[in-house]
Structure formats: structure tokens, C-alpha cells
């Protein structure tokens, strides 16, 4: 079990008196570029999908009599889960460390969970209908986004699409446009703080994003996305949430934050996956 112990920090307030320095990670990303459900409980949700009705040509005076039965059939099942993070802090730790040690741990709570969310729904990528990237160890090219965009509108998906690039995959693309200025225009106050961080560009059609929360494999390769909002969703169940318990034996304290939530791909075909070579610049 690891504890946080005096020994953890007390090299840095003998003399200098600085706020700790926390795991550098990205805020959520990809809630806010998702179909959002919410519910209490933990059931699985079902998401259904209607039969799709088919217009034709009628003549004057002609009842029309062939109606579309109006049947429901299962599209996805969201099924929830808790995720927690802890941190345990001595007395000691809290007595001597100059800054809010609980407050500094709520937060840091706070940030893995966010990024757990985050990491679970980019992982949903290589779940989406099609890879039209150029391939493993090959690097990220325009033209195989434009493949993407295009194949997604021909499948009829509703509403504006989004890109959420491998930062080096984003660099890439970059350097192929002739590393030029940052002159597209930003979404404004319509996005909001998370948006801003993440947002470099629109063009070709869709409104592009990186994010470092997609992983890279070992072979040094990334799976970007392609979507429109509804092919993925983020079923939310419980909020965040901060609980404190005392262990007076172990003269410590207990932090735990939970959530609940689901994630998963719910039109396919509205979405393709990018594979490509997301090598560290050299």
C-alpha cells in the first residue's frame, strides 16, 4: 500500500517553501465532443434505434398504404462502472508541509479521474467502423483524414465532425501544410476552457483537436479519431466525489474520489479510426 510520509516531502521544506509540482495531465477533452447521457443507478443503459422510414413519390388522389413499422432494436448497451482514486496521508505529512496537503490531494484526485475518462474514450477509436489512416509506421497525411471526413458523410451522419489527433499525428499534418501560422480562427466564448486548450484548427471540413491521452503503442504508432458527436457516448452516473476517513491507529487520513460513468461507440459507421506512426519529433 503506498503511503505519503514525511519522508515523501521533507527534503523540499527544510529551506524552500514552493507548491508541489503534480503529474502534468490533460484535462477532459472528450466528454464535451460526445453524446452525453445521464442516469442514476448502475443498470446497463440500452441504447435503441428505430426502423428508418423511406419517402416516395405519390399521385393525386392515391392513398398511399405501405407505412413504415415503427420496431426499435438495440444499437448499443452502455454498461457503467466506478473508477476511484486515493491518496493516504500521514499526520505528520499534513503538520509540516507548509501548503494545504489535502486540498493539493483532493485535486490531484480530481485530475485522474478526469484523465481516466479521457484515456476510456479515446481507447473507443479502434472501435469505430474503419481504419483509414495510412498504416502502422507510416506518417499521418492529410489526404487519409479527407478519406475519413468523406467516408463518414457518405454513411449519413448527422451533425458537424470532429479529429482528436495524436499530438505528433497533428504535427505531422502540420509540417505537410507548410508549418504555417496559427491564423485559423478559435471557437471564441461559444467553446469553453477545455475546447480552448485543445482546439487547433477547422478546415477540410471538420474541427481539429489533440490530445496527449491517446496512447502510443510499442511500436510507436497512435490511433487518432474521426467522428461525428453521436457515433460515441459518455454516460454519466455519478459526479465526482470527495470522501475523508480517519484511520487514528495509522495516524493518517484517507482520501478517496469516485465516479461513475460508461463509455462506448454507439453509431459505428458516424466514426473511423486513424492509424498511423506518432514517433516523437526529431
Aim: aromatic share 10%; with cysteine; charged share 20%.
Amino acid at each position: 500500500m503506498a503511503i505519503t510520509k514525511l519522508t515523501d516531502i521533507s527534503s523540499y521544506i527544510n529551506t524552500i517553501f514552493e507548491d508541489s509540482l503534480f503529474v502534468a495531465r490533460e484535462e477532459n477533452l472528450m466528454v464535451q465532443l460526445v453524446h452525453n447521457y445521464t442516469a442514476k443507478g448502475f443498470m446497463a443503459r440500452v441504447v435503441p434505434i428505430r426502423a428508418q422510414a423511406t419517402a416516395y413519390s405519390v399521385s393525386d388522389g392515391v392513398d398511399y398504404s405501405n407505412p413504415t413499422t415503427g420496431s426499435k432494436s438495440t444499437q448499443a448497451t452502455l454498461t457503467p462502472g466506478e473508477v476511484i482514486a486515493q491518496y493516504l496521508l500521514t499526520d505528520q505529512n499534513m503538520e509540516t508541509s507548509p501548503e494545504d496537503e489535502q486540498g493539493a490531494a483532493a485535486f490531484e484526485c480530481g485530475s485522474a479521474i478526469a484523465t481516466k475518462i479521457d484515456v476510456d474514450l479515446v481507447t473507443l477509436f479502434s472501435s469505430l467502423a474503419i481504419d483509414l489512416g495510412p498504416g502502422a509506421a507510416a506518417e499521418a497525411d492529410l489526404q487519409s483524414f479527407a478519406d475519413c471526413i468523406a467516408t463518414i458523410h457518405t454513411a449519413h451522419s448527422r451533425g458537424g465532425l470532429n479529429i482528436v489527433a495524436h499530438p505528433y499525428h497533428w504535427h505531422d499534418i502540420w509540417t505537410q501544410l507548410g508549418q504555417p501560422a496559427a491564423t485559423y480562427d478559435f471557437l471564441g466564448e461559444i467553446a469553453n476552457k477545455a475546447m480552448r486548450d485543445y482546439f487547433v484548427g477547422m478546415f477540410i471540413g471538420a474541427k481539429w483537436y489533440a490530445s496527449a491521452n491517446i496512447a502510443v503503442d510499442a511500436s510507436d504508432d497512435a490511433v487518432s479519431g474521426v467522428f461525428a458527436r453521436d457515433a460515441i457516448g459518455f454516460d454519466s452516473r455519478r459526479a465526482p466525489r470527495m470522501e475523508a476517513e480517519r484511520d487514528a491507529s495509522l495516524r493518517a487520513t484517507e482520501l478517496n474520489m469516485t465516479a461513475g460513468y460508461a463509455v462506448g461507440v454507439i453509431r459505428s459507421e458516424w466514426g473511423a479510426y486513424y492509424t498511423a506512426d506518432a514517433s516523437a519529433p526529431s
